[in-house]
């Protein structure tokens, strides 16, 4: 009677949701803010800019970029016009003083150092551009493997709270003063600070009840692209590259008060038989949420009844009980490729927004604010529908937009850029959508493992969206075809994995296994019963006869 008590009371705390989980939101979405600033930096910090091929004979003391005498003749770059014979030095260079050859360039003249490819010397090197957002990708990686782990052992809070402090690591790139220098502090903070968005997101799904997991994505999406949104607004006003990273760096030294304002997930706590302090969490939640339970009681319930009310067992698990599982090996297979496929879309989409006519920062952030409504398009469907359902169709509209976009000829701009702003609405209601959908998928005992794992293959797609423009080079409508394959492929994947809309939150493979051998049992009851109602209609139908 009292375990029944005891469980009864333990649910309905995690069940309520209510001031606690509103404030340990905004503290669980607040790094995710400046980490989502710096994760695409890049695209304005390493931006192109206007340069020229420095010409020693005719240049000044001043050396300015824009010069009279400079040939409009020269195709691009990366050339260095030759002079005539007939230049004498100390002639006043004029369009009539080359030649209308070229050759290689091999130092330049800036328009401006406000990006790093004029304050370290990156012309004519797209590659090396490139690179800097392949390396923050791959940073981000190590660190998604690194603090997943961490999740499970030390707990999900000190592993937010150290990536949260890795974003100041950021300013030191404003140090660098060759390209080497520059891509080693992009590694560096990258691979302290990425980890973020697993810490944060199993926090956050954790400390709900089922009903607000969704919640929980939505949210954790919005400060993502608030993120987005609110770095090009900076990047408007300001330009210069070490500035800006000063402004998005520096606050992150705020975060070392949460050692005191950030709680631990109870579940975590339970699970890995931290009773006290999963009672002392509990009492808060209750108490913050004026929950109409007897707080007192709680005092009296022992291990063994909060892990059955948690219904979670004593063994531990890890890596090897996955890998002996097919059920645990085929979830997260469709689910690393379909976080691989959303983020690959998303990013790609990001970066080619600035190639789209108009002013680079304007279109970005219209491509960032198209998020918004996403999310709520993904709120109602998940909730309504299910989870499976809505991913599937989200992908396949999502891929039709985009190759349709592709194939729009230039000349009509506003169906072009629509289709590619639909497409953009749709991958970001599919990237909160399968964030949310993976971690119900996995059990608590490993789930920030897997979905470390997960987030791993999330940015295999991100280090791979800024080559992605690189595609147009060999055909225009490359990019966008390659976006809506990897997405219809994601959309039948999809097929192979359960509904969990209305589920309990899993704590152990058990569980999960447990679950599953019921569904299947399910279904062959129900075509076992559909193949006896056929045969009684059969036999009915002939005896008419």
Not at 8 to 14: E, G, K, M, N, P
Not at 131 to 136: D, E, N, V
Not at 255 to 271: A, D, G, H, M, T
Not at 368 to 375: I, K, L
Request: glycine share 6%.
């Amino acid at each position: 009677m009292d375990s029944e008590k005891g469980k009864s009371v333990v649910s309905d705390i995690f069940e309520k949701f209510g001031k606690y989980q509103i404030i340990q939101y905004f503290l669980a979405c607040l790094p995710i803010v400046f980490v989502s600033m710096n994760n695409v930096n890049y695209v304005f910090i390493a931006g192109d800019i206007e340069y020229r091929c420095y010409v020693p004979e005719c240049e000044n003391s001043t050396t300015e970029f824009l010069v009279p005498w400079w040939p409009d003749t020269v195709p691009n770059k990366c050339l260095k016009p030759i002079l005539k014979d007939s230049f004498a030095v100390g002639e006043i260079c004029t369009n009539e003083t080359f030649t209308g050859q070229y050759e290689a360039c091999t130092r330049w003249v800036y328009e401006s150092n406000d990006t790093v490819v004029g304050e370290l010397d990156m012309a004519c090197e797209p590659w090396r551009t490139n690179f800097i957002g392949m390396t923050r990708n791959i940073g981000m990686a190590v660190s998604m493997l690194i603090i997943g782990w961490l999740c499970d052992r030390i707990g999900r809070k000190p592993a937010l709270i150290i990536c949260s402090l890795g974003v100041f690591l950021g300013n030191f790139k404003t140090m660098a003063k060759s390209y080497n220098l520059y891509i080693f502090f992009e590694f560096i903070e990258s691979s302290m600070s990425g980890g973020a968005y697993t810490a944060a997101t199993v926090l956050m799904i954790e400390i709900g009840g089922k009903k607000t997991r969704f919640l929980a994505g939505v949210l954790f999406a919005y400060a993502i692209y608030m993120g987005e949104a609110i770095f090009a607004c900076i990047a408007m006003f300001v330009p210069y590259w070490k500035h800006l990273l000063y402004i998005m760096c520096s606050p992150s030294l705020i975060f070392l008060s949460y050692f005191v304002l950030l709680k631990e997930s109870p579940r975590w706590q339970i699970l890995n038989r931290r009773t006290e302090k999963a009672k002392k969490t509990l009492r808060k939640i209750a108490g913050m949420n004026k929950i109409n339970v007897n707080l007192d009681y709680l005092d009296t319930i022992n291990e063994g009844i909060l892990k059955q009310s948690n219904n979670a067992k004593t063994k531990r698990e890890g890596y090897v009980a996955v890998l002996k599982s097919k059920e645990m090996m085929k979830r997260l297979l469709v689910a690393a490729f379909c976080r691989f496929a959303v983020s690959f879309i998303y990013y790609g989409l990001i970066v080619n927004s600035v190639y789209l006519p108009g002013n680079k920062y304007t279109n970005f952030l219209l491509a960032a604010v198209m998020s918004f409504p996403g999310e709520i398009v993904s709120m109602y469907f998940m909730n309504k529908v299910g989870r499976k359902l809505p991913l599937c169709f989200g992908y396949v509209i999502c891929a039709a937009a985009n190759i349709a976009s592709a194939y729009t000829p230039e000349d009509y701009i506003g169906v072009k850029i629509t289709l590619f702003l639909i497409g953009k609405l749709l991958v970001a209601a599919c990237y909160t959508g399968i964030a949310t959908y993976t971690m119900e998928l996995f059990p608590t005992s490993v789930r920030g493992s897997l979905l470390g794992f997960c987030t791993l293959a999330s940015c295999a797609g991100s280090t791979l969206a800024p080559l992605s423009s690189m595609l147009t080079t060999i055909s225009p409508i490359l990019t966008s075809f390659c976006f809506g394959c990897v997405a219809v492929i994601s959309s039948l994947l999809l097929i192979l994995t359960p509904e969990t809309k209305d589920l309990p939150l899993m704590d152990t493979i058990i569980q999960i296994y447990d679950h599953a051998a019921e569904v299947k049992k399910r279904k062959e009851e129900k075509k076992q019963k559909c193949a006896a109602d056929n045969n009684a209609f059969d036999l009915d139908y002939s005896t008419h006869l």
